[in-house]
């Protein structure tokens, strides 16, 4: 069935240090991957995403990598700021017009 | 520019009960998805319209159903509610359908509470 994988589901870090996130979809005709924010009590917002057409892409301290061969993609924050704080979510399209969403990642970026 | 709005922003209703939930896209934007995002986890899709028509369905019981109208706006109704219906339910638009995905904007949500 259609789902997306992502790992890990918390994760801690040092302010400063680097923090990455996995997933792995399954239909491999997806060709499109965003990542979205999520902060409590709040609606998810796009960081970054990615197009099957390019393997990497970045946005200041946020990039994101893509292996169409293997079917993950990665999100990963460097310079990590306590503001980074929150629950990551990623994406794919599984057959047609449905979005379907990983489980999350809740990040704590310690001061 | 308004970006995505939706109403009520927060529901109590009791089981048996039914609901509606509205959602208003970004101005241009043809293409409505409802999502159920229940404590802890991620989205979980419900529909998607464009064009005022049925585009996609998850797997939601036949309860729930949708639609869209001729200015976009979309309304999603929830029928016979149940206790397991408590969620934040998220309407979102984007500009395109078919296979060229583009961003997704997501609204506010209505904070579904069943009793």
């Known amino acids: 069935g259609e789902n997306v994988e992502q790992h890990p589901s918390t994760l801690s870090v040092q302010e400063g240090d680097s923090a990455v996130i996995k997933c792995t979809y399954s239909d491999s005709a997806s060709n499109y991957f965003p990542w979205y924010k999520q902060e409590l009590g709040k609606r998810p917002q796009l960081i970054i995403d990615?197009?099957?057409?390019?393997g990497e892409k970045k946005d200041q301290r946020i990039a994101v990598t893509l292996n169409k061969t293997a079917k993950h993609f990665s999100l990963h924050i460097t310079e990590t700021q306590p503001e980074d704080s929150a629950v990551y979510f990623c994406a794919a399209p599984v057959t047609g017009n449905q979005f379907y969403f990983g489980t999350g990642t809740s990040l704590t970026v310690i001061p | 520019d308004a970006g995505v709005t939706q109403s009520p922003t927060h529901l109590i209703k009791t089981r048996g009960q039914h609901v509606t939930l509205r959602c208003s896209p970004i101005s241009g934007h043809k293409s409505v998805s409802w999502y159920q995002q229940v404590l802890g986890q991620g989205p979980q899709f419900i529909f998607q319209?464009?064009?005022?028509?049925?585009?996609g369905r998850g797997n939601f019981p036949d309860r729930f159903s949708a639609r869209q109208f001729p200015n976009y706006s979309s309304e999603l109704n929830v029928n016979a509610l149940l206790l397991g219906d408590s969620a934040l339910y998220l309407c979102?638009?984007?500009?395109?359908?078919?296979?060229?995905?583009?961003?997704?904007?997501f609204g506010p949500g209505t904070r579904l509470t069943v009793l």
């Open positions: 990615i197009r099957s057409n390019v």
């Open positions: 979102a638009s984007s500009s395109a359908s078919g296979r060229a995905h583009n961003e997704q904007f």
């Open positions: 319209y464009y064009e005022k028509e049925e585009r």
